[in-house]
């Protein structure tokens, strides 16, 4: 999108990066800059920064960073127009739309309003005499009248383009059907509803619109549950089912579910603060959308296999972050004579509301759960299984950081495994140190590689030569810091530049300074990509002192026309380079020269 220079430049300035970040994040000053926990990844300690004076974030932690459009596109998922139009919109500003960005607006709008049309068709039918199967399942599921249209559910008819001809007749075309994947063409080209004889679940995201839909069928047939495909309008990992509704509930948690159903039984039960992944495991797109709404999450997946194994991938993934974790573990039913696992639904049908409750009330922190599932794979009265179980669960409890919960903890697995706490916590201990020995010999090999402490994260931007692009570096960060330290006249072409990364950047800043413009790293977002974005954050974050500036002004300057001299001769002799090939050759010769 090629909007006009002055009006990104009025977006920028008529939205302060504090004011915009406070918004997702809890910040607090300390110095110069302000730090709270990063929206981007799980994490206990505040590494994400953000400086009011250069209208910049960066995550210590996760690398990310960029201006107040990037990180309006990063949290709310958005293009670069999209994001623009965002921060216009808050700003009261009117955006200057070029035709074929009105284009493309308007064909996202026409998906969302195709999903809303389908849903609101859906519905009606469910009202309908062709809706009366689906009504006969919806009683046959005990769910409400009221809650079936809280959620907006609707009914498939048993028939091949009946919503094909609704939406075809209210001007929609075949392709946006396609697009939004309610129509799928078959082999021989033919056209047909995606969608027949199922109750319908939209999915509604948090700004309320429909952006899929789920749905269960009604007979035998398979598969039982189909959801709809990625769509430009719809992304799987980034939405969970019901958190239209449960954002809005009073309960101090949020319980996540696996099944759209699940949600539909709890949120008619009570428990309106029930969320789902749809079928897909727990990512950290979702665990950024959850943690705008509350700290507390409730893992209540399934009691079966699959059910354990995706509980423990989502405490894995929310290890170490801002939320308290809980697992709420459904037990078994007896059914004809035989133990079967049940989902949410299934116990609040067969046992009610109060004991989901009590359930709830009782419910483990994650590290009760996984040393319950340690202790599931061990015949504690045998003593071989003892030792065993004792060398699991103590490299389980190393990886806790909080010494006072480690020893909590430490003494429950003894009082499991039937040893003293005196000789758990010496195995405990053993398992931490190895831990630390082993972070510090990582830490030992990455500092002894000199070159790639220097380069940049993203493979792609690796630098060729690291002595040019330092000092590159510092060129970039004194022109953001005081572009008067520089002559009327470039001092540099950016074909001088090692890294075309930073020549490129440092020809847009030129361009700005010629054109009279301010300077600064976020009136970029739109020329550069993410990733691109997160590593020039990264290198404006560095120390540069402004007490010696021209000195060193000159210093980079000479070091980069000098290596640039060499490249053009034919050297390529990199110090730094040459001395990360020289400690490869000695680690693969097991630490000894050979001559």
């Not at 007749?169 to 033919?190: D, F, H, M």
């Not at 004579?337 to 409750?357: L, N, P, S």
């Not at 759960?369 to 071989?384: E, N, T, W």
Request: aromatic share 8%.
């Amino acid at each position: 999108m090629a909007f006009p220079q002055s009006f990104l430049d009025e977006v920028i300035a008529r939205n302060d990066i504090v004011d915009v970040v406070s918004g997702y994040v809890q910040l607090t000053r300390k110095g110069a800059n302000l730090f709270g926990l990063c929206p981007f990844h799980s994490e206990k300690t505040g590494s994400f920064s953000v400086s009011p004076e250069k209208q910049i974030y960066h995550c210590f932690g996760c690398k990310k960073g960029g201006g107040v459009i990037n990180f309006i596109m990063e949290e709310e998922n958005l293009s670069f127009p999209d994001a623009v139009r965002f921060l216009a919109k808050r700003a009261g500003m009117e955006v200057p739309e070029e035709d074929g960005d009105r284009d493309a607006a308007r064909r996202r709008q026409r998906l969302l309003d195709l999903n809303r049309d389908a849903a609101r068709f859906y519905y009606q039918l469910l009202q309908q005499p062709e809706g009366e199967a689906v009504r006969a399942y919806l009683d046959k599921r005990r769910i409400s009248r009221p809650t079936a249209v809280r959620f907006g559910m609707g009914a498939a008819p048993d028939s091949w383009d009946t919503l094909l001809t609704a939406m075809t007749k209210k001007g929609y075309t075949k392709s946006e059907l396609i697009a939004v994947g309610l129509a799928v063409q078959g082999k021989n080209g033919r056209l047909y509803d995606k969608f027949r004889n199922r109750l319908m679940l939209p999915v509604v995201d948090t700004r309320g619109d429909v952006v899929a839909f789920g749905s269960r069928v009604l007979d035998k047939s398979e598969p039982k549950y189909m959801n709809s495909p990625e769509t430009p309008v719809y992304s799987k990992r980034r939405v969970l089912y019901g958190l239209n509704l449960a954002k809005k509930s009073k309960r101090p948690n949020i319980i996540l579910c696996e099944g759209n159903l699940d949600i539909v039984t709890l949120h008619q039960a009570g428990f309106d603060n029930a969320v789902a992944s749809m079928g897909t495991a727990l990512t950290t797109e979702q665990i950024r959308l959850l943690s705008r709404f509350t700290k507390e999450l409730v893992l209540c997946y399934d009691n079966d296999n699959a059910g354990k194994m995706a509980t423990e991938r989502a405490l894995q993934l929310l290890n170490d972050s801002e939320f308290t974790v809980r697992v709420l573990q459904l037990p078994r039913r007896l059914v004809d004579g035989e133990y079967v696992k049940q989902d949410a639904d299934d116990f609040i049908k067969f046992q009610g509301a109060d004991a989901f409750e009590r359930l709830l009330t009782g419910s483990e922190n994650g590290v009760e759960f996984r040393m319950a599932q340690v202790a599931g794979k061990y015949d504690l009265s045998d003593d071989q299984s003892r030792v065993a179980y004792c060398e699991e669960v103590s490299s389980l409890l190393a990886t806790l950081s909080n010494p006072v919960e480690r020893e909590i903890y430490t003494t429950r697995a003894a009082e499991a495994a039937k040893i003293t706490p005196e000789a758990m916590k010496l195995e405990v201990q053993r398992a931490f140190k190895r831990r630390v020995s082993q972070e510090k010999r990582t830490e030992l090999r990455r500092s002894l590689n000199p070159a790639a402490q220097l380069q940049p994260r993203e493979r792609s931007l690796r630098y060729d030569n690291v002595r040019s692009a330092r000092a590159e570096e510092g060129v970039l960060r004194l022109l953001l810091l005081d572009d008067t330290l520089f002559p009327p006249e470039a001092p540099l072409t950016p074909e001088q530049f090692s890294s075309p990364l930073l020549g490129r950047v440092y020809s847009l800043l030129w361009q700005r300074r010629l054109a009279g413009l301010p300077l600064s790293l976020s009136v970029l977002a739109g020329e550069l990509s993410p990733e691109e974005m997160n590593h020039m954050t990264g290198v404006c974050q560095q120390p540069e002192t402004l007490s010696n500036s021209r000195q060193a002004l000159e210093d980079y300057i000479s070091i980069i026309r000098t290596e640039a001299e060499k490249r053009a001769g034919g050297s390529e002799g990199d110090p730094l380079l040459a001395a990360t090939e020289k400690y490869r050759k000695t680690k693969g010769t097991g630490g000894k020269h050979h001559d």
